[in-house]
């Protein structure tokens, strides 16, 4: 991306890494960069990036939901359970101070799924929230529900971490090592099977055409318009 948008805010880092990014180094950096936020000593960051495959296992994950443990499984220390990150997948972290905003966690998620949501609709493809299934859905190829974007944060001293992924051209048969989600009754799917197109540059410009508006939503609490 040649130039960023000039409605987002200087005082966040906004960050695009074109070659793949080892899951654990990102992880670290990720640690690292959080603490110093909560700091005071660096600026928030958004980073849009992609991961080599990995298994990722979060707070509640159940060992008997990894099926094929294929790749490099490594302990995340977010919420949820087992995601896979991997080439063709946009992974997007997200690391903000609520201090400064509503301090609601479950309106930042809320924010979170909806700029997703809102971009996916850019292209032409209705997704949206499922009460009591974490991440985004929608209408696969056969017309069941299917997950096409994966959501998962933490919280640490108030500042965020993590984010979510979304699957633009992903190798689908790689999420079968896992549960994913520990959601055994859907399957996933991407952009790329919905017959949609869109490389890592145009998602991100789109994603970051409508970052102003989630971070607006941050600013009041969950179900205050």
């Not at 990102?26 to 000593?41: C, F, K, S, V, Y």
């Not at 296992?57 to 094929?68: N, P, Q, R």
């Not at 971490?161 to 399957?187: K, Q, R, Y």
């Amino acid at each position: 991306m040649d130039k960023l948008p000039d409605s987002l805010p200087e005082s966040i880092e906004w960050r695009r890494d074109d070659a793949p990014v080892p899951y654990r180094a990102a992880l670290d950096e990720m640690t690292a960069r959080n603490a110093a936020i909560a700091a005071g000593e660096a600026r928030e960051l958004v980073w849009l990036l992609e991961h080599p495959p990995v298994y990722t296992a979060g707070t509640s994950a159940a060992v008997a939901e990894l099926l094929d443990p294929r790749f490099e499984v490594v302990e995340a220390g977010r919420g949820g359970r087992y995601t896979y990150h991997g080439p063709g997948q946009r992974v997007g972290y997200v690391l903000l101070d609520l201090k400064r905003r509503a301090r609601d966690v479950r309106g930042f998620v809320h924010a979170l799924e909806g700029w997703v949501i809102a971009t996916l609709g850019d292209f032409g493809v209705e997704s949206w929230r499922s009460e009591g299934r974490i991440g985004i859905w929608c209408r696969d190829t056969d017309g069941r529900e299917a997950k096409i974007g994966a959501i998962g944060v933490r919280i640490r001293r108030w500042v965020t971490m993590h984010g979510f992924s979304v699957n633009l051209a992903p190798d689908l048969s790689h999420f079968t090592g896992i549960v994913p989600c520990g959601i055994e009754e859907f399957g996933v799917t991407s952009l790329q099977k919905l017959g949609v197109a869109v490389d890592f540059d145009t998602w991100d410009r789109a994603l970051l055409a409508r970052a102003p508006e989630f971070l607006a939503a941050l600013d009041k609490p969950c179900g205050q318009e």
